[in-house]
């Protein structure tokens, strides 16, 4: 039997480490002053900021449309930073974390 495998691509994960002095800063919030910066500056593209890659959509059949497109598509990303003080089996201790060994 053979069957045809299709990926539908909904989300994307990126994860930063940061290791933060929780006295000065708080994790929640440094993160959502990160996300407001970077949707800020994915709504406000300039053609400045996409030249690179404009220079290479420019090699390609319908570059102004994919132009477009690729303004279109950066305006209408979504991103949401959180603050994730401890993973589950995350190879990291803190001794001030009661919830590792």
């Known amino acids: 039997m053979e ?3 299709r990926f539908v691509y909904e989300k994307e994960y990126w994860y930063i480490s940061a290791f933060i002095n929780t006295t000065k800063f708080i ?3 440094k ?3 990160i ?3 970077l949707l800020d500056r994915l709504k406000n593209l300039t053609e400045n900021d996409l030249k690179k890659a404009y220079k290479y959509i420019e ?3 319908n570059a102004e449309e994919k132009k477009r497109i690729l303004v279109s598509m950066a305006k209408s990303i979504a ?3 959180d603050w994730e003080p401890f993973f589950q089996n995350f190879p ?3 001794e001030n974390n009661p919830y590792t060994v």
Do not use: F, W
Request: glycine share 4%; with cysteine; net charge negative.
């Open 59 to 61: 090699k390609s059949p």
């Open 31 to 33: 993160a959502e002053e």
């Open 35 to 37: 996300e407001a910066l």
């Open 79 to 81: 991103i949401e930073c």
């Open 92 to 94: 990291y201790t803190d």
């Open 3 to 5: 069957e045809n495998l």
């Open 27 to 29: 994790g929640e919030t």
